[in-house]
């Protein structure tokens, strides 16, 4: 047995798209896939607008460009998430200041809240820190494994408080509230931005690629142009601003329009891989397949196993290993990233279920195309250790 934790499946228009994007000789940053995507991700996602991008990373670095963050700013961001939510806020040269999660994964707005209520001050203007008074940007909230975040208390905060909301949806596509003040609303879609990725090992791909949507059409555009060197003249290379090569390639584009289509069903395939798991782990003491929030339809892009007898990192690091060697690829989920060299002297606020889940959590395979024999497999595994 050889059962990866998460692979691309190219079971549709995969080779034929990208085929006749090599044989018309369009693999570069313009071409007819990469408007095909934008539309038709724009319709899946029941917005205006989207911009294909070079990757997930680079949509967030969009974003923060756009609502201005720059150099003596704070944006506030989670500590358990994949870096890239992170590091773009430093490329502007701000300051991240790390929050803790709640058992969904994704950021506590009760401790986000109070923090807020606490640590800032508000002057009708801006938001700011009490200890230095700097400016609160913005907030990047991450939807978590496929979970979402708590966006009712975020939006209120944020229109309160006049700070700007850009969600990381990376891991999110196709996740909708059923319920509330956002039912139907697909995360990405709710936020003044929402970033997607299309990197491997997310629930559609492009090889590396990302996609930005946000609530201000004309900032958008804005961004779409920033993307393409900002030029405002193809001939005579006229730039009026500083732009980016941050475009995604038609070669790319034409793989993510196969992608797309079969969204819908790598959905369903990752909800209904995900219910077997939990059934054939219900009697187990050992484990528990944490849940999603019941407010919401998640795309299940990643299922998260709770170690009940693990107290460390060490503890998981034994258990990865066994699985390893039975030829099932696990991993531990992130080091947080407030523990990261190049972020240890910033600012964090109550971080302690953050703590306790890089202890407890690891991730098991979920691959759209992985087999009921195989999932069976990986639990007789697991029950064995
Ligand atoms: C994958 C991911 C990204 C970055 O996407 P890339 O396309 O790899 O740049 C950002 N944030 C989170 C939470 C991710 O999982």
Known sequence: MNIPLSVPNFEGNEEKYVSQAVKEGWVSTGGAYINELEEKLAEFLNVPMTVACQSGTSALHMALVEVGVEAGDYVIVPTLTFIAAVNPVKYQLAEPIFMDCDESFCMDTKKLTSFIEEKCSFDGERLKLKEDGK???????????????????????????????????????????????????????????????????????????????????????????????????????????????????????????????????????????????????SHQEKYCLRGFSNNIHSNKWFYALEVRTSTSAEDLKIIIEKLQADGIQTRPIWGLIHEQKPYRECKTYQITQAVKESERIINIPCSTNITEEEIGYVVEKLENI
Do not use: C, W
């Open 135 to 281: 400016v609160i940007k913005a907030l990047v909230v991450v939807h978590v494994f496929g979970n979402m975040a708590d966006l009712e208390t975020i939006m209120e905060l944020s229109e309160k408080y006049h700070f700007k909301v850009i969600e990381d949806a990376t891991e999110a596509l196709g996740t909708y509230y059923t319920e509330g003040k956002y039912k139907g609303k697909y995360a990405g879609t709710i936020g003044d931005f929402g970033a997607f990725s299309f990197n491997g090992n997310k629930i559609i791909t492009t090889g590396g690629g990302g996609a930005l949507t946000a609530k201000n059409v004309e900032e958008l555009k804005h961004l779409k142009y920033l993307s393409t060197q900002a030029k405002d003249d193809g001939l005579y290379y006229v730039h009026n601003e500083i732009g980016y090569n941050y475009r995604m390639t038609n070669l790319q584009a034409a793989l993510g329009v196969a992608q797309l289509e079969m969204l819908p069903e790598f959905i369903k395939r990752k909800n209904a891989n995900y219910e077997l798991y939990r059934k054939l782990l």
